[in-house]
């Protein structure tokens, strides 16, 4: 496999943005299809257009669950991740319950993401379990969610939804997304088969290269076509 290949198999493209019209999806699914990247990361009611775009390629259909903040009840992440399945989604990324996370009720965020961990993979699925870490800013928390993960089997473990705005004092709203600490310490806490996902802030190929290094084999990107056009100018054609 080429280094170009291999970045590109890195990367779920990501259509998430709340304006996104089905044109948008359309042209985004074929950019993906172009770049031979490893999926298109979408919201639930598109994951039938999805997968009828993506048909034929060797890019993957996904979906977000419970997205942005996580705060749906359990029993409707499981309810919405089956239903994705359906439709045809292959690959789930789950926000966690974040206001429980905070409140240190570990015995319901393990409820949750072994339900929809379960819900998951009796599908035919993978799961991609979401912290926040611009709201979960706690080591000791962002440790005890990567081990939940790992007794749940839960396929990876990811950062961030790219959409956990933190407003500051000013009034302004502030997102930091992946950093390369908080990557190093989920694959440092996380089992041997659990996989890390970088997402937030990700837009240049030597911000991905960065995160590969430090342990991730997917990254969440809208800069699809800059990294990928970068990729390809540094180390050649695909």
Avoid at 51 to 61: N, P, Q
Avoid at 94 to 103: D, Q, T
Avoid at 127 to 147: A, G, M, P, S
Wanted: aromatic share 6%; hydrophobic share 40%.
């Amino acid at each position: 496999m080429t280094i170009v290949r291999e970045l590109a198999k890195m990367i779920d493209h990501s259509v998430l943005h709340p304006t996104i019209t089905d044109r948008q999806l359309e042209k985004e699914c074929e950019v993906a299809i172009k770049y031979d990247v490893a999926s298109v990361c979408v919201k639930p009611y598109m994951v039938k257009k999805t997968a009828e775009l993506l048909k034929g390629s060797d890019v993957l259909t996904g979906c977000v669950i419970g997205f942005p903040a996580g705060n749906s009840a359990t029993g409707v992440k499981v309810f919405e991740t089956e239903t994705a399945c359906r439709d045809g989604a292959v690959e789930i990324d789950m926000v966690i319950n974040i206001g429980k996370a905070l409140s240190g009720d570990w015995q319901y965020i393990d409820e949750e993401i072994t339900a929809v961990t379960r819900a998951c993979h009796e599908n035919g699925a993978i799961v991609k379990v979401i912290f926040e870490t611009d709201y979960i800013t706690r080591q000791e928390d962002k440790i005890k969610l990567c081990e939940i993960c790992t007794d749940a089997g839960t396929d990876y473990v990811k950062t961030s939804s790219g959409f956990g705005f933190v407003k500051g004092e000013d009034g302004k709203f502030l997102y930091t997304g992946a950093t390369i600490p908080d990557l190093e310490l989920m694959r440092r806490h996380s089992g041997p088969k659990v996989k890390v996902k970088a997402a937030g802030g990700i837009r240049t190929l030597d911000q991905l290269i960065a995160v590969k290094d430090a342990g991730c084999t997917r990254c969440g990107a809208t800069a699809t076509v800059a990294i990928m056009e970068e990729a390809i100018s540094r180390f050649g054609s695909r």
